[in-house]
C-alpha cells in the first residue's frame, strides 16, 4: 500500500518493530516479506533477549541507509585521540551484552539459529496439539507467528482464566499470562504462552498435565465437591 502511495507523490517511510519475530521469522519463514526487501521499509528494531539468547540489555537498531539517521542524533567525540562518531539510544552501557550477542552469532550461524527455532516451534505445537484436545479451551489461531500458544477458556466452562492460572500455579508454580484483550474486546480474556529454548518437551508435557488436572479440580468445585488446595513450602514459593 505504500508502494502504492509513493506513486502519487507522497514518500511514507516504515518502521518495523522486530522485536520478538526478528530472530524468529528470518529462520522459520523466511519467504515471509516484512524486512528491507520492502521498498518502504526503513528501519528495524529487534531486540537480542528475546530470541537472540542474550540478556536482556542489549537491542538493534538497523537503518537502510545513512540518510536515515539525521545527524542530529549522531554524537561526535574526540575520545581515543580521533574524531569518532557514536550513535545510542541510552549513551553509556555494558559491552557485556554485546560481545554475548557476538558471541552467539559467531557460535550458532543463521544455521544454528533455524535449528533453535525449529525446536521452539516443534514445542509450541506440541503444547497447542494439547491443549486443543482440552474441551474447556479454545485455540486461538494465527500465522505465520512466533513460538506462541494463545488459548481461551470456553464461556460454556464454569470458572474464568484468572481461576485457570491460580489452579496452574497452585500446581508447580507456573506463570500463564491471563489478560483481557484492548477495548472494544475487553471482555475477551486469553491466555498467552510464549515457548522459548529453556522450555523442553518434558516442561511441555508437564505443563499439559497440570492443565488437564487443573481443569479437572475447577470443575469438581463449581459442583460443590471438596477439592484440598495444594500448600506448598520452601524455595520458590
Do not use: C
Not at 33 to 44: A, K, Q
Not at 61 to 87: C, K, S
Not at 125 to 143: F, R
Request: glycine fraction near 8%.
Amino acid at each position: 500500500m505504500l508502494t502504492e502511495l509513493a506513486g502519487t507523490g507522497l514518500d511514507v517511510p516504515m518502521h518495523v518493530d522486530a522485536a520478538s519475530g526478528g530472530f524468529v521469522f528470518p529462520f522459520s519463514h523466511p519467504d515471509f516479506t516484512w524486512d528491507f526487501r520492502l521498498r518502504s521499509v526503513s528501519s528495524i528494531n529487534a531486540s537480542g533477549h528475546k530470541f537472540g539468547l542474550v540478556y536482556p540489555g542489549i537491542g538493534w537498531l538497523i537503518f537502510r541507509d545513512d540518510n536515515q539517521l539525521p545527524d542530529d542524533l549522531v554524537f561526535y567525540e574526540d575520545y581515543l585521540g580521533e574524531r569518532d562518531a557514536t550513535f545510542t539510544l541510552n549513551f553509556s552501557g555494558s559491552s557485556a551484552f554485546v560481545l554475548a550477542q557476538y558471541y552467539n552469532f559467531v557460535r550458532f550461524g543463521r544455521s544454528g539459529y533455524a535449528s533453535l527455532v525449529r525446536t521452539m516451534n516443534a514445542n509450541s505445537s506440541s503444547l497447542a496439539q494439547g491443549l486443543a484436545a482440552e474441551d474447556a479451551l479454545e485455540l486461538i489461531p494465527g500465522s505465520p507467528r512466533l513460538p506462541l500458544v494463545i488459548a481461551r477458556v470456553r464461556d460454556s466452562e464454569p470458572f474464568t482464566g484468572t481461576d485457570l492460572v491460580g489452579e496452574l500455579a497452585e500446581r508447580r508454580g507456573w506463570l500463564v499470562p491471563a489478560y483481557h484483550l484492548p477495548p472494544a474486546n475487553e471482555k475477551q480474556q486469553i491466555l498467552r504462552m510464549l515457548v522459548k529454548i529453556n522450555q523442553t518437551r518434558e516442561l511441555v508435557d508437564a505443563l499439559l498435565d497440570d492443565f488437564t488436572g487443573a481443569i479437572a479440580d475447577l470443575r469438581k468445585r463449581a459442583r460443590g465437591e471438596n477439592v484440598p488446595r495444594r500448600v506448598h513450602s520452601g524455595h520458590g514459593y
